[in-house]
């Protein structure tokens, strides 16, 4: 059965110490304690620097067996080669990847604003990401106006990679598109991004188109970037109580949503 994955993009904010972990609660156990209550995370890490396997081990063997972890591909990949001749960035990223073994859920590939839409560009790096790695789920989120036209979205339906579907209050483009049979969304802040909470009509209306892809037999992985103040804690809570409710009759007694 299809499954909805909500969570937060990232665990580690010191600035999260009394709003969600507990006061005296090393921050070595932190992802333990953030597994208990979400059963997805996104990793911005990885688009900085490549962890050690031993970390991705030592994370993988700290969350339950249905846990996954989407992950953002290196900047290398993405700002500084801008996705031409990046193979051995390529090679290095997906070595990492692979330690995540069945816990691995989205690999996500956001791009610079800078980065407009170039067909021969686009095929050639998606034909060898998918060479490279052919069962691994990729989304991509761009940031350019110019990915958000048919012949953009043909490339992407072509090698499965789902057209990320990132709220940024305005400040860059999206489109609600599907391209893949899985959904990808991001929620940076409707308002400051990273620094404003959803309201609940916000959240209600997510959950419904949420509901209605679920109903499609599309997979949904969704993750609040709004990190300040715990908004994005407080944001994926509401947000699995709203799509519990509204699939509560449609999945019986199936998991709780959330769960990977």
């Given at each position: 059965?299809?499954?909805?994955?909500?969570?937060?993009?990232?665990?580690?904010y010191a600035h999260w110490r009394g709003l969600f972990y507990p006061e005296d609660l090393p921050a070595s156990e932190w992802l333990e304690f953030y597994s208990r209550h979400f059963r997805t995370v996104e990793l911005n890490v990885t688009f900085y620097r490549t962890p050690k396997e031993t970390t991705v081990r030592r994370w993988v063997n700290a969350t339950p067996e249905d846990f996954?972890?989407?992950?953002?591909?290196?900047?290398?990949?993405?700002?500084?080669?801008?996705?031409?001749?990046?193979?051995?960035?390529?090679?290095?990223?997906?070595?990492?990847?692979?330690?995540?073994?069945?816990?691995?859920?989205?690999?996500?590939?956001?791009?610079?604003?800078?980065?407009?839409?170039?067909?021969?560009?686009?095929?050639?790096?998606?034909?060898?990401?998918?060479?490279?790695?052919?069962?691994?789920?990729?989304?991509?989120?761009?940031?350019?106006?110019?990915?958000?036209?048919?012949?953009?979205?043909?490339?992407?339906?072509?090698?499965?990679?789902?057209?990320?579907?990132?709220?940024?209050?305005?400040?860059?483009?999206?489109?609600?598109?599907?391209?893949?049979?899985?959904?990808?969304?991001?929620?940076?802040?409707?308002?400051?991004?990273?620094?404003?909470?959803?309201?609940?009509?916000?959240?209600?209306?997510?959950?419904?188109?949420?509901?209605?892809?679920?109903?499609?037999?599309?997979?949904?992985?969704?993750?609040?970037?709004?990190?300040?103040?715990?908004?994005?804690?407080?944001?994926?809570?509401?947000?699995?109580?709203?799509?519990?409710?509204?699939?509560?009759?449609?999945?019986?007694?199936?998991?709780?949503?959330?769960?990977?």
């Amino acid at each position: 059965m299809n499954h909805i994955a909500i969570g937060t993009s990232g665990w580690n904010y010191a600035h999260w110490r009394g709003l969600f972990y507990p006061e005296d609660l090393p921050a070595s156990e932190w992802l333990e304690f953030y597994s208990r209550h979400f059963r997805t995370v996104e990793l911005n890490v990885t688009f900085y620097r490549t962890p050690k396997e031993t970390t991705v081990r030592r994370w993988v063997n700290a969350t339950p067996e249905d846990f996954v972890f989407s992950v953002k591909m290196s900047r290398r990949i993405t700002h500084r080669h801008r996705l031409s001749d990046a193979e051995e960035a390529l090679k290095t990223f997906l070595a990492m990847v692979a330690s995540f073994g069945r816990k691995l859920g989205v690999v996500l590939i956001q791009l610079p604003p800078s980065l407009r839409f170039d067909a021969d560009r686009a095929e050639r790096f998606l034909h060898e990401l998918r060479r490279e790695s052919p069962r691994v789920r990729y989304a991509l989120e761009p940031r350019h106006r110019t990915w958000l036209q048919e012949e953009a979205y043909a490339v992407l339906r072509r090698y499965e990679i789902a057209l990320c579907q990132a709220d940024s209050g305005g400040r860059y483009p999206t489109a609600d598109v599907v391209t893949a049979p899985f959904v990808y969304l991001r929620f940076h802040g409707p308002g400051a991004l990273y620094a404003s909470a959803y309201e609940e009509t916000q959240l209600r209306a997510i959950a419904e188109r949420i509901r209605a892809w679920h109903m499609e037999g599309l997979d949904v992985y969704a993750y609040f970037n709004n990190d300040f103040h715990g908004y994005a804690v407080a944001n994926a809570r509401t947000l699995i109580e709203f799509v519990e409710r509204l699939t509560k009759r449609m999945r019986g007694r199936g998991r709780r949503c959330g769960t990977g």
